[in-house]
């Protein structure tokens, strides 16, 4: 069975310091990996989204940045955090293209608090 | 463009009554339409999905949603709530036709079971 992997659960971060958030998938090949931020327990926004190994499509301009460095690994990173980067992350993965009408399949988030 | 509408952000409904939460989408072609729940600081679990056929779709624990074309909606439905299935809902809507199988979530539905 297929499974998702996100870490750290909790981080508390200063403003102005790195970040890395690490996404890793098991049991699939090829999947369509997802960045989501969660504000305050509402909706969701999609961050970027990669159909492939080194393949990053952003949504939304920010000061974050995506990588996938290998077909079941998504990173999500900044070089210098902003206090409006506070939130819950959250990483989901879905069959590639063909078996378009399965659901996303997501981790259990990182909540980032920025002080 | 795919747009989707939950037009409540709270439900409340007494344990052992039916309960109802609303979800419109707007999407050019046949949509795909998804179900999520979310528990306090764990990530969305998917609960069922309508792709094609029967308008009235079963899902995970006794939910069910009715497809209804001619007024765009997909309303999610129990006959019997539990206190357990306090949670936050969230409906999601997919073009067929997009890429890498993009989703747009709803803002999401907080559902309250009193006992």
């Known amino acids: 069975s297929q499974t998702i992997h996100q870490w750290p659960a909790t981080l508390v971060q200063p403003v102005g310091s790195p970040l890395s958030l690490e996404c890793t998938v098991e049991?699939?090949?090829?999947?369509?990996l997802y960045w989501y931020r969660q504000a305050a327990g509402r909706g969701l926004q999609l961050l970027f989204y990669s159909v492939g190994i080194g393949q990053i499509s952003s949504e939304v301009p920010q000061n974050l940045s995506a990588s996938r460095p290998q077909d079941r690994q998504f990173i999500l990173s900044s070089k210098k955090l902003l206090l409006s980067d506070s939130g819950f992350y959250l990483c989901a993965w879905s069959p590639a293209p063909g078996a378009g009408n399965q659901p996303q399949h997501f981790g259990d988030g990182t909540r980032l608090s920025i002080l | 463009a795919q747009s989707v509408a939950q037009p409540e952000d709270q439900v409340n409904v007494a344990e052992g009554n039916p309960l109802t939460v609303k979800c419109t989408y707007s999407?050019?072609?046949?949509?795909?339409l998804f179900w999520y729940v979310q528990y306090p600081n764990r990530g969305l679990q998917f609960l069922l999905k309508?792709?094609?056929?029967?308008?009235l779709v079963k899902g995970s624990y006794g939910f069910e949603a009715e497809f209804n074309k001619s007024q765009t909606s997909f309303h999610l439905k129990k006959p019997s709530a539990l206190v357990s299935d306090s949670a936050l809902y969230f409906c999601a809507v997919r073009d067929p036709n997009t890429n890498a199988g993009k989703s747009t979530f709803g803002d999401g539905t907080t559902l309250t079971v009193k006992p």
């Open positions: 049991g699939t090949s090829n999947p369509n």
């Open positions: 999407v050019s072609g046949n949509p795909y």
């Open positions: 309508y792709i094609t056929g029967d308008n």
